[in-house]
């Protein structure tokens, strides 16, 4: 569904991304694992074209989409769910949903979603109407999900969706990204929780100062011994 090819990115004169080639099957959950600073962020805001491409391709779905702008990107059907969660705090829960669902016209699609997102996150309806800078950071997870999945996206982007967050809530979304794969959305998955990565992930890709070092299923990186005292603390 998503195949990178030979990315290139530039940070002034910090070569971040060094020939960066992936690729994401449909149907599948990928987790992206390395330390901070290897390039996993820059990856997945390049796609988005948030940051500009110096060498390589990006096709999605079949087409190639390496110049697409942001907004575009979005229509293709490929959304980010940001590292910090970026909810808008001065916005009720119900806002902060429809704001992700701005590039649509199906209201009936719409509504849909909206009773598929409180579904999924019960607690996103019992505080429809509060506001989104009161809610607890498990909850702003939640909430950043959900409004993700209100652009109705073919391949959903996480940036580290545990950061910050009590071991029993990370243990709620990762089922929860779980689900959403099943209902048929595909998933890329950047964490620091490499083992949870590893854990939940049909494949799996390991970087390091901006290339890509190893790959494999999750299952094959988690019985790695090399993974195993770099990221498992093993």
């Given at each position: 569904m998503?195949?990178?090819?030979?990315?290139?990115?530039?940070?002034?004169?910090i070569?971040?991304l060094r020939g960066?080639s992936?690729?994401?099957?449909?149907g599948?959950?990928i987790?992206l694992i390395?330390?901070?600073?290897?390039?996993?962020?820059t990856?997945l805001k390049s796609?988005m074209s948030l940051?500009?491409?110096?060498?390589?391709?990006?096709?999605f779905?079949?087409?190639d989409?390496t110049?697409?702008?942001?907004r575009?990107?979005v229509?293709?059907?490929?959304?980010?769910c940001?590292?910090?969660r970026?909810?808008f705090?001065?916005?009720?829960?119900?806002?902060?949903?429809?704001?992700g669902?701005?590039?649509?016209?199906?209201?009936e699609g719409?509504k849909a979603?909206r009773?598929?997102?409180?579904?999924?996150f019960?607690?996103m309806?019992?505080?429809e109407w509060q506001?989104?800078?009161?809610?607890?950071?498990?909850?702003q997870q939640?909430l950043?999900v959900g409004?993700?999945?209100?652009?109705r996206?073919k391949?959903l982007?996480?940036d580290?969706?545990?950061?910050?967050?009590a071991p029993?809530?990370v243990?709620?979304?990762?089922?929860?990204i779980?689900?959403?794969n099943?209902?048929?959305?595909?998933?890329?998955l950047?964490e620091?929780n490499?083992?949870?990565?590893l854990?939940i992930a049909d494949?799996a890709y390991v970087?390091e100062?901006g290339?890509?070092?190893m790959?494999?299923?999750?299952?094959e990186?988690?019985?790695?011994d090399?993974?195993r005292k770099?990221?498992l603390?093993?």
């Amino acid at each position: 569904m998503l195949s990178i090819k030979d990315l290139h990115v530039y940070y002034g004169g910090i070569h971040a991304l060094r020939g960066v080639s992936l690729e994401v099957p449909d149907g599948k959950i990928i987790s992206l694992i390395g330390a901070n600073g290897a390039g996993k962020s820059t990856t997945l805001k390049s796609i988005m074209s948030l940051v500009a491409k110096t060498e390589g391709s990006v096709e999605f779905d079949g087409v190639d989409i390496t110049k697409y702008p942001t907004r575009n990107v979005v229509k293709t059907g490929i959304v980010l769910c940001p590292e910090g969660r970026r909810v808008f705090p001065d916005l009720t829960v119900a806002e902060n949903l429809t704001v992700g669902a701005y590039l649509r016209k199906d209201k009936e699609g719409i509504k849909a979603d909206r009773d598929w997102v409180y579904e999924l996150f019960p607690r996103m309806k019992e505080r429809e109407w509060q506001l989104a800078g009161t809610l607890s950071g498990g909850e702003q997870q939640m909430l950043a999900v959900g409004r993700a999945l209100m652009s109705r996206p073919k391949l959903l982007m996480m940036d580290e969706p545990s950061l910050g967050l009590a071991p029993l809530v990370v243990k709620d979304i990762f089922a929860i990204i779980k689900q959403i794969n099943e209902a048929g959305v595909n998933v890329m998955l950047i964490e620091q929780n490499a083992k949870a990565a590893l854990e939940i992930a049909d494949f799996a890709y390991v970087m390091e100062t901006g290339e890509i070092t190893m790959s494999g299923t999750g299952k094959e990186l988690l019985a790695s011994d090399e993974i195993r005292k770099a990221y498992l603390g093993e």
